[in-house]
């Protein structure tokens, strides 16, 4: 069974700093990895994703993670953050075979002006 | 292209009492999934189709939800009766049923059961 750990439930960070979010996950076989965003009342719009190749994964607004196979990790990362990236990410696993998306449990990032 | 369409956006009902949530995914995605996602909680899968038959409903409390899709075009969630913990944001997403599997998520349907 596959299962993704986000280790950080808050970050406060202040604006035009970097920001890491972590994810770590555990699967038996070989994985796709996702980073979804989740603004306030809305669904989850898609950041990026890593299925294969190089292991650094650039997305949108700014965002990149990159796949570490030996440390089970996919961390997301911005250099500079904005007020608009207030929200709530989530880190999913999917094996290749049953192609089902395992979310980890949310890390909220607050920007402080 | 229109987004995953869902309805309501919100709702509030007592508990032991039904509701149900109407989704339709984007045009030509042969897969629909229904989410749960409990405040704090990242969405957990309840039901999973491919066209009108269903893939995975191993999570589905199949005592009180239920969930259709009978053209294999949109879907309708419901439960009944509501208990407390049904509480939650109802999240429907589709797919093309070709890789890289990106999953398409509608606004979701905010349950407050009281």
């Known amino acids: 069974a596959q299962s993704v750990t986000q280790l950080d439930s808050q970050v406060p960070v202040f604006e035009e700093a970097p920001v890491e979010l972590r994810c770590n996950y555990s699967?038996?076989?070989?994985?796709?990895l996702f980073w979804y965003v989740q603004y306030p009342n809305q669904g989850l719009q898609l950041l990026l994703k890593?299925?294969?190749?190089?292991?650094l994964v650039k997305g949108i607004n700014g965002f990149e993670a990159e796949f570490n196979k030996s440390q089970t990790s996919f961390h997301l990362r911005k250099p500079s953050v904005h007020i608009s990236d207030t929200a709530e990410y989530f880190c999913?696993?999917?094996?290749?075979?049953?192609?089902?998306?395992?979310f980890g449990t949310g890390t909220r990032l607050t920007i402080i002006p | 292209e229109a987004g995953v369409a869902q309805s309501p956006r919100y709702k509030i009902i007592e508990k032991r009492q039904s509701v149900a949530f109407w989704c339709n995914p984007i045009?030509?995605?042969?897969?629909l999934y229904w989410y749960q996602q409990i405040l704090g909680q990242g969405p957990k899968l309840l039901i999973q189709?491919?066209?009108?038959?269903?893939?995975?409903d191993s999570q589905l409390p199949k005592d009180r939800f239920s969930a259709e899709r009978l053209k294999g075009v949109d879907s309708t969630l419901k439960i009944q009766p509501a208990k407390l913990e049904d509480s939650a944001v109802y999240l429907c997403?589709?797919?093309?049923?070709?890789?890289?599997?990106?999953?398409?998520f509608g606004p979701g349907t905010r349950l407050t059961v009281t």
């Open positions: 997403a589709s797919r093309v049923g070709l890789p890289p599997y990106e999953q398409y």
């Open positions: 045009s030509g995605h042969a897969t």
């Open positions: 999913a696993v999917s094996d290749g075979g049953n192609e089902k998306l395992t």
């Open positions: 189709f491919q066209n009108n038959g269903v893939v995975d």
């Open positions: 699967s038996s076989v070989s994985v796709y």
């Open positions: 890593y299925l294969s190749g190089s292991t």
